[in-house]
């Protein structure tokens, strides 16, 4: 069974940084995909990151893209997400989540990933 446990989220202000992080359990941890989701009150779960199994290829929302950055560290089980620049439109809870497969490119695709962290929260004010 894969846990993922996010952790890093909080309130910061408009303009301001922070950097989630994901924890994996399970030894398979560096041959899968990761992603970064998120949701808003009210909203639908949306796309962030996504990160390939070695690093090599990343993949970006329109909405992020330039002030996100998704990285991971295969010997600590461990995918970060560095968020810079935040907009009040940032909050939301964030999930990190498992690609079903070892195959295949980066995707957006909720349907694509298997295992899911329980969120972390992020809150930007004006």
């Known amino acids: 069974q894969v846990q993922l446990v996010e952790s890093g989220g909080g309130l910061v202000q408009a303009g301001g940084s922070l950097r989630l992080s994901c924890a994996a359990s399970?030894?398979?941890?560096?041959?899968?995909?990761m992603g970064w989701f998120r949701q808003a009150p009210g909203k639908e779960r949306e796309f962030v990151a996504a990160?390939?199994?070695?690093?090599?290829?990343?993949y970006y929302s329109t909405s992020v893209k330039g002030r996100f950055t998704i990285s991971r560290d295969n010997a600590k089980n461990t995918v970060y997400l560095q968020m810079n620049s935040l907009k009040p439109e940032d909050t939301a809870v964030y999930y990190c989540?498992?690609?079903?497969?070892?195959?295949?490119?980066?995707?957006?695709?909720?349907?694509?990933?298997?295992?899911w962290g329980q969120g972390t929260q992020v809150t930007v004010s004006s």
């Open positions: 399970g030894r398979t941890f560096s041959s899968y995909a």
């Open positions: 990160i390939s199994w070695n690093g090599g290829s990343t």
């Open positions: 989540a498992r690609k079903k497969y070892t195959s295949g490119s980066n995707s957006n695709s909720g349907d694509d990933y298997e295992y």
